[in-house]
């Protein structure tokens, strides 16, 4: 692709209730400083808080497990 890479852009959602799409590098600071609620992923809206993030809380994911045994 050269020099010019495109940056997926993620569908978040703020505290204030606005909607907005930022570069994905910035997801992971948005949610470690509480910026945001909610974020989108291709299976619909996480929600910050309840549903599991990979990465987050040091290997603790919160929320229900989702994985078949």
Request: aromatic share 6%.
């Amino acid at each position: 692709m050269g020099v010019f890479r495109l940056r997926r852009l993620i569908p978040v959602q703020y505290s204030d209730g606005h909607v907005d799409k930022i570069p994905s590098p910035l997801l992971n600071t948005l949610i470690e400083t509480h910026q945001i609620i909610s974020f989108k992923r291709k299976e619909g809206w996480i929600v910050i808080g309840i549903d599991a993030i990979r990465g987050m809380d040091h290997g603790q994911l919160r929320g229900k497990e989702r994985r078949r045994h």
